[in-house]
């Protein structure tokens, strides 16, 4: 089979040596552009008109390799040009799916991982390094923290850190990542997610990373800044990400401490307004409202919101919050979800803490403020290393099984964040819920 490369652009030069990497060679390159015709595309690969490359190489398929704002006109074309649908892909998804196929012919034994086996990879911004794996198996292991100076520079380390695992994976070699919950003896999963997707997680040890909140189960209290600081570095990295990747889908999540309480939060937000390849998700306390935040929502440029209330009534959230915000919170959380069909995911969490916030009173007020949001709820549990050594007390499990059954009875969607759990209660959890 000869693969025909579709669009010999600024996109195939930004991604070239990654679809080389993946084992992909070109034949040659097809561009509707007359004056490229007969060139050379990296000084390498023949450029040609459609019909004579497909009648040149008849055994063809066809990798479109088209930016995300050209691709739907480029297949568009080939169709109308007579090429079968079966005999274009995108270039970027088929460089995993090809050496998905090229793996089982061999018969070779595979690993394969459902963190890091899809063509680009979540990776997690800190203040110094780039985290290429979010699993604790992997925690502590040098390997997976790229350093940086210049984030870009950084991202692209790690893409080269991860293609060397994958092929290490892919010939049997589980390398550095034995042991690890993610890794699977089998050939690779099929990523039901777009090829061309760069999804960049600012964690909560990005420099700049702060909070107003003091909650009480914090777990990283000592990485998150309480004051307020006049910090731009994280906007910094946001320009220099969207200008570099402006070719591809790109997710911007901002899961730690308080993205509204930073210094530069609102820039980062006007700036995004007019990246239409651009969409954000916030794991937020939504204390501080934003009018510019709520204008992504109506442009559909919002992924996900993650509030965790982990209260039904006043006095628990000032418990649970150390702030006395609960009624500014819920009305915050209410205008975001007028427009609550553009947002793709809207989460509502309970960090379930035992005999603190698992009455009745806090089970049924936050009932009735998921109905009326028509979120999905995420229940969850204290998950400072002291309180998850024990399991919960009956009292707390009931209180879970009763949210459990109020959301099922309003038809609301339910979601248990069981790596919370003490391994036991995750058990139990697991035998009397069945969905």
């Not at 995300?68 to 005999?87: F, Q, T, V």
């Not at 600012?202 to 000592?222: K, L």
Request: with cysteine.
């Amino acid at each position: 089979m000869q693969l025909l490369f579709y669009g010999a652009g600024e996109h195939a030069k930004k991604n070239i040596d990654f679809w080389l990497r993946r084992g992909l060679e070109p034949t040659c390159f097809i561009d509707i552009d007359k004056t490229k015709h007969y060139k050379k595309f990296d000084e390498k690969y023949d450029i040609l008109p459609l019909t004579e490359a497909i009648q040149k190489y008849p055994d063809y398929l066809i990798c479109v390799a088209l930016g995300i704002y050209n691709y739907d006109a480029g297949h568009k074309y080939l169709l109308e040009s007579g090429i079968p649908s079966e005999r274009i892909v995108s270039a970027n998804e088929f460089s995993l799916q090809g050496l998905r196929r090229y793996y089982s012919r061999s018969g070779e034994s595979v690993f394969s991982c459902s963190r890091i086996s899809r063509p680009l990879p979540e990776l997690i911004l800190k203040e110094d390094c780039i985290q290429i794996c979010c699993s604790l198996d992997a925690i502590d292991q040098d390997f997976f923290f790229i350093p940086f100076t210049n984030v870009v520079d950084g991202i692209l380390k790690a893409h080269k850190v991860i293609d060397d695992i994958n092929d290490m994976h892919r010939r049997g070699n589980s390398g550095p990542c034995k042991g690890c919950y993610h890794l699977r003896n089998t050939d690779m999963d099929i990523v039901h997610t777009p090829a061309n997707l760069r999804t960049f997680t600012f964690s909560a040890d990005y420099i700049g990373s702060t909070c107003n909140m003091r909650c009480v189960y914090c777990t990283i209290v000592d990485n998150i800044n309480h004051n307020y600081t006049k910090d731009k570095t994280m906007m910094n990295a946001v320009v220099n990400i969207v200008d570099f990747f402006s070719d591809d889908l790109i997710r911007l999540d901002f899961v730690s401490g308080e993205f509204f309480a930073k210094y530069d939060s609102e820039d980062i937000l006007k700036y995004l307004i007019d990246k239409e390849n651009v969409k954000i998700s916030l794991v937020t306390n939504a204390s501080i409202y934003s009018e510019t935040f709520l204008e992504l929502i109506r442009l559909n440029r919002v992924y996900l919101i993650n509030v965790s209330l982990d209260a039904g009534t006043e006095e628990t959230y000032r418990k649970v919050k150390g702030r006395d915000l609960f009624r500014k919170v819920v009305n915050n959380i209410e205008m975001y979800s007028q427009f609550r069909s553009q947002i793709d995911s809207l989460d509502l969490k309970y960090i379930f803490l035992a005999g603190v916030n698992d009455s009745y009173e806090d089970i049924e007020g936050f009932i009735a403020i998921a109905e009326r949001i028509k979120c999905t709820i995420h229940i969850s549990a204290d998950q400072r290393a002291s309180v998850r050594k024990s399991p919960l007390p009956k009292a707390t499990m009931d209180s879970i099984f009763m949210l459990y059954n109020l959301a099922v009875e309003r038809k609301l969607k339910v979601i248990f964040m069981l790596e919370a759990f003490n391994a036991d209660d995750s058990l139990y959890i697991k035998s009397h819920v069945n969905s």
